[in-house]
């Protein structure tokens, strides 16, 4: 039984049946995900650049995303996503 993974049947899904007997475990992402992201923000610099706009005065503005970043980098040093979140050692 050494590297034998029994096939197994999903079904009762909204989807109907799915056959996972076969040997490819990969989602076929067409498109990196990171990547859909940073489309959208070099759409948004290159509308920026094209249709300027000004909703708020720059200081309010930078003031705000100051705020943001700020808010960003505290919550990534306080997430540890690799940890556990519950102690079940005894």
């Not at 050494?2 to 076969?22: E, H, Q």
């Amino acid at each position: 039984m050494d590297g034998y993974v029994l096939p197994r049947k999903i079904s009762g899904g909204p989807l109907g049946t799915a056959d996972m007997t076969g040997g490819n475990d990969a989602p076929n992402v067409k498109i990196i995900p990171p990547l859909v992201y940073l489309a959208g923000i070099v759409i948004g610099f290159l509308a920026t650049i094209w249709m300027p706009t000004k909703i708020v005065p720059n200081s309010v503005a930078w003031t705000v995303g100051g705020i943001f970043i700020c808010c960003g980098a505290v919550q990534r040093t306080t997430v540890y996503p690799f940890r556990a979140t519950a102690n079940c050692s005894k």
